[in-house]
T-cell receptor, first 113, second 114 residues
Framework: QKEVEQNSGPLSVPEGAIASLNCTYSDRGSQSFFWYRQYSGKSPELIMSIYSNGDKEDGRFTAQLNKASQYVSLLIRDSQPSDSATYLCAVNVGSSNTGKLIFGQGTTLQVKP | DAGITQSPRHKVTETGTPVTLRCHQTENHRYMYWYRQDPGHGLRLIHYSYGVKDTDKGEVSDGYSVSRSKTEDFLLTLESATSSQTSVYFC?????????????FGSGTRLTVV
């Protein structure tokens, strides 16, 4: 069964620090990788997508992908209390072009002022 | 959020009754999805659609059916609600022209089956 694994946390970091969120996946055929942020009681929102090995930066966020190790990570620099949320890693289902995703259970991030 | 709405936002229903949840989009996206979110399980795909009248099952489709008669509407029906279907249901849309799998989610429907 295809799986996406995340440490549920909570991950607690002080304001201004770097938060590092990690995700592993089981399906070697996966080609598309996403990070969603979900505030308590709200719907998930897309914050990063990555398709190639290496790093992708967008503002304070950096996504990292290593397909050989089947590993995706999200770094949040200069963490703010407003970053406190659950971060969901999602991976497309194999070679499917239907956009179906498998989600991890999410990592809860707490940024302490 | 703009472009995708779900209704109702909250519903309480009795075991054994049919329930229909609606997802409406104004983005003209081809792909639409229904997920449920439960503690300890994360988001799981129920059904998805890749066009009008084109639908397929996800990993937790038992007890659910869907219909898509128009591009903008995707309906999820619980044929005979059970307590195990108490959950938060999210609809999502995706545009293959940009990032297939890069979803925009609706606000969710909190369903309680008593």
């Amino acid at each position: 069964q295809k799986e996406v694994e995340q440490n549920s946390g909570p991950l607690s970091v002080p304001e201004g620090a770097i938060a590092s969120l990690n995700c592993t996946y089981s399906d070697r055929g996966s080609q598309s990788f996403f990070w969603y942020r979900q505030y308590s009681g709200k719907s998930p929102e897309l914050i990063m997508s990555i398709y190639s090995n290496g790093d992708k930066e967008d503002g304070r966020f950096t996504a990292q992908l290593n397909k050989a190790s089947q590993y995706v990570s999200l770094l949040i620099r200069d963490s703010q209390p407003s970053d406190s949320a659950t971060y969901l890693c999602a991976v497309n289902v194999g070679s499917s072009n239907t956009g179906k995703l498998i989600f991890g259970q999410g990592t809860t991030l707490q940024v302490k002022p | 959020d703009a472009g995708i709405t779900q209704s109702p936002r909250h519903k309480v229903t009795e075991t054994g009754t049919p329930v229909t949840l609606r997802c409406h989009q104004t983005e003209n996206h081809r792909y639409m999805y229904w997920y449920r979110q439960d503690p300890g399980h994360g988001l799981r795909l129920i059904h998805y659609s890749y066009g009008v009248k084109d639908t397929d099952k996800g990993e937790v489709s038992d007890g659910y059916s869907v219909s898509r008669s128009k591009t903008e509407d995707f309906l999820l029906t619980l044929e005979s609600a059970t307590s195990s279907q108490t959950s938060v249901y999210f609809c999502a849309i995706s545009d293959p022209g940009t990032a297939l799998g890069g979803y925009t989610f609706g606000s969710g429907t909190r369903l309680t089956v008593v």
